[in-house]
């Protein structure tokens, strides 16, 4: 084999392969309408706009990996955290994320993108009525006070001396 027909068979490949790729570029990836989304509302939220590229790339990234099949289970995972909570406390912290049940209400504010989310759980508890009243206590016998004395009258203070006059 000559040079010549090693050339050509060398741009034969290298033709083939380059159409191969632009096919196959042509070709929409799975997620990519997904990522074209994310990338449209990077700039008109409050996140940084790299920032928010990055992280749709990286979802991107992760689904063609089969990474992303479903959305998160967030109840699900709040509820795995009140499993951590004392005992006496479990109880209060699922009413705040199932978002009140029986004697609880509930109420959630705010938003991730605003700055974090607000949960809040208001429990009404009956008290128990209290003991029977103690008998009241005997009024206290009319004993008239006792006299007072009157007070005899003051004698008026004497007046000071008068100072004597400067000398010169």
Do not use: F, K, W
């Not at 994310?38 to 990234?61: F, K, M, T, Y």
């Amino acid at each position: 084999m000559n040079s010549t027909t090693r050339s050509m068979i060398a741009a034969l490949i290298a033709v083939g392969g380059l159409a191969a790729a632009t096919s196959a570029s042509a070709q929409p990836r799975r997620g990519d309408s997904t990522y074209q989304q994310e990338l449209a509302v990077c700039g008109h939220n409050q996140q940084d706009r790299a920032a928010c590229i990055r992280e749709a790339g990286a979802a991107r990234q992760e689904a063609a990996r089969g990474g992303l099949t479903s959305a998160p289970d967030y109840q699900r995972n709040a509820l795995a955290r009140c499993g951590l909570q004392p005992p006496a406390d479990r109880a209060d912290c699922e009413a705040r994320v199932m978002g009140g049940s029986g004697n609880t209400r509930g109420n959630v504010e705010g938003s991730v993108m605003g700055g974090g989310v607000i949960r809040e759980s208001v429990t009404t508890v009956v008290m128990p009525a209290p003991a029977a009243m103690p008998a009241p206590m005997p009024a206290p016998s009319r004993v008239p006070p006792p006299a007072i004395a009157p007070i005899a009258p003051m004698e008026p203070m004497p007046m000071p001396a008068p100072m004597p006059a400067p000398m010169r």
